[in-house]
């Protein structure tokens, strides 16, 4: 059964750093690449960027490019997405899903849980 | 930027026919993915390359594309079909995910 389990929620402060985790079971996890998608409260899917765990070769949404960083490592089948300083507006509900490439598209077939970032002084 | 626009949301009795719609500039030529997301948990796929259901979706569940509308078409509504759904398309200009604006079923 493929699974994404995240890690739990976190609440930080204004400037603060913060990584959270996807890690990934029931697959190889080179095989397919994780993306990252923010949903702010009240608020629509928004794509953050993809990686490839086999290479690390990352893509990101040009909203993210620059705000946050995303990585992998294949010894533990786990994607991370980083902040290296917090804003309030980072405050959002953030899930990784894996990324199933079509013929002519590509979607995301699994989701993980989701980890709850709340950024407040 | 490629956008897709949903209504923001759709009513329908417990039974009948709910249909989502996602427009965009020449969806028609574009294979687009549907998600389902109930409160509080994380999206679900429901139809991939417009049309397919992955394993476990109802049958109820059926998608469609043509012109500038694809369409998300669920069939005799269950209360649990009470949910947000987006509809998603990979921008090959770009490289990247885009998703609709969403569209939430009330089920009455």
């Known amino acids: 059964e493929v699974q994404l389990v995240q890690s739990g929620a976190e609440v930080k402060k204004p400037g603060e750093s913060l990584k959270i985790s996807c890690k990934v079971s029931g697959y190889s996890f080179t095989t397919y690449s994780i993306g990252w998608v923010r949903q702010m409260p009240g608020k629509g899917l928004e794509w953050m960027g993809i990686?490839?765990?086999?290479?690390?070769?990352?893509r990101y949404s040009p909203s993210f490019q620059g705000q946050v960083t995303i990585s992998a490592d294949k010894s533990v089948s786990t994607a991370y997405v980083q902040w290296s300083s917090l804003k309030a507006s980072d405050t959002a509900m953030y899930y990784c899903?894996?990324?199933?490439?079509?013929?002519?598209?590509?979607?995301?077939?699994?989701w993980g849980q989701g980890t709850l970032v709340t950024v407040s002084s | 930027s490629y956008v897709l626009t949903q209504p923001p949301s759709v009513s329908v009795a417990p039974g009948k026919t709910a249909r989502i719609t996602c427009g965009g500039n020449?969806?028609?030529?574009?294979?687009v993915h549907w998600y389902q997301q109930k409160p509080g948990q994380a999206p679900v796929l429901v139809i991939y390359?417009?049309?397919d259901r992955p394993s476990g979706i109802p049958e109820r569940f059926s998608g469609s594309n043509s012109g500038n509308t694809a369409t998300l078409t669920i069939s005799r509504v269950e209360a649990g079909d009470e949910a947000d759904y987006y509809c998603q398309v990979w921008d090959t200009t770009s490289a990247s995910y885009v998703f609709g604006t969403g569209t939430k079923v009330t089920v009455l």
């Open positions: 990686i490839d765990p086999g290479d690390s070769d990352t």
């Open positions: 020449n969806i028609g030529s574009n294979s």
């Open positions: 390359y417009g049309t």
């Open positions: 899903a894996r990324h199933v490439y079509g013929s002519s598209s590509n979607w995301f077939d699994s």
